[in-house]
């Protein structure tokens, strides 16, 4: 679906059922990646800025949105994260990985999530580490809120000050995602094929 198509879509909704679905849409993309909660985003901040809706209940919803699905993730890798590791103590789930999470999040962590959310391609697994290292769960939900707040941010913010440009504004971000995307990717990729060759020396 376009950036158009998502426009008019939300216009034939009235203003309480376009902020759910906007809020639903930051909660989802935690879940599921792929969704395209940044577009569904801009979309509502363009609403906003035809006065359909409202920036500031707009900002609030997807913040809180979006903070309720990294805080699933998190859960869920605090309560089941680190049983990965001690059934499946080989390949990719060794224990000396787990010792390594804890340890980046012990010297990091704050940082790690401030950025998280602007990181594209790694925000999910950024709030499943952050629950498998036990970081605190206050900690855990400032820092993280601090993420959202800016990123929303820069994006409602964004399509407040460009307004009629909101094409390039739409350009920008899926360009810097699909970059950091591709940059992920390939740190990924390179990783598993250390840890390949490491179990292969090893076996």
Same mark, same amino acid.
């Given at each position: 679906? &376009? $950036?158009?198509?998502?426009? /008019?879509?939300?216009?034939?909704?009235?203003?309480?059922?376009?902020?759910?679905?906007?809020?639903?849409?930051?909660?989802?993309?935690?879940?599921?990646?792929?969704?395209? &909660?940044? /577009? #569904?985003?801009?979309?509502?901040?363009?609403?906003?800025?035809? =006065?359909?809706?409202?920036?500031?209940?707009? $900002?609030?919803?997807?913040?809180?949105?979006?903070?309720?699905?990294?805080?699933?993730?998190?859960? $869920?890798?605090?309560?089941?994260?680190?049983?990965?590791?001690?059934?499946?103590?080989?390949?990719?789930?060794?224990?000396?990985?787990?010792?390594?999470?804890?340890?980046?999040?012990?010297?990091?962590?704050?940082?790690?999530?401030?950025?998280?959310?602007?990181?594209?391609?790694?925000?999910?697994?950024?709030?499943?580490?952050?629950?498998?290292?036990?970081?605190?769960?206050?900690?855990?939900?400032?820092?993280?809120?601090? &993420?959202?707040?800016?990123?929303?941010?820069?994006?409602?913010? =964004?399509?407040? /000050?460009?307004?009629?440009?909101?094409?390039?504004?739409?350009? /920008?971000?899926?360009?810097?995602?699909?970059?950091?995307?591709?940059?992920?990717?390939?740190?990924?990729?390179?990783?598993? #094929?250390?840890?390949?060759?490491?179990?292969?020396?090893?076996?």
């Amino acid at each position: 679906m &376009s $950036f158009e198509e998502i426009i /008019l879509y939300l216009t034939t909704k009235q203003a309480i059922v376009v902020y759910l679905i906007l809020a639903f849409s930051a909660f989802i993309e935690n879940i599921f990646p792929p969704y395209p &909660s940044d /577009l #569904i985003i801009l979309a509502g901040a363009f609403m906003a800025g035809t =006065g359909e809706i409202n920036y500031i209940p707009l $900002f609030i919803v997807t913040t809180i949105g979006g903070l309720a699905g990294a805080m699933v993730l998190y859960f $869920f890798g605090y309560t089941k994260g680190r049983l990965f590791f001690q059934k499946y103590n080989r390949s990719y789930f060794k224990l000396e990985y787990l010792a390594k999470i804890e340890i980046w999040f012990q010297r990091w962590g704050n940082m790690i999530l401030i950025l998280s959310r602007i990181v594209a391609g790694v925000r999910s697994l950024i709030a499943i580490a952050a629950g498998i290292a036990k970081v605190p769960a206050p900690r855990m939900t400032f820092f993280t809120l601090i &993420s959202f707040c800016l990123w929303y941010g820069i994006l409602i913010g =964004g399509m407040y /000050l460009v307004k009629s440009n909101w094409l390039e504004l739409v350009r /920008l971000i899926k360009s810097y995602e699909m970059l950091v995307i591709i940059f992920s990717a390939i740190i990924v990729t390179i990783w598993l #094929i250390i840890i390949y060759r490491k179990n292969r020396v090893r076996g």
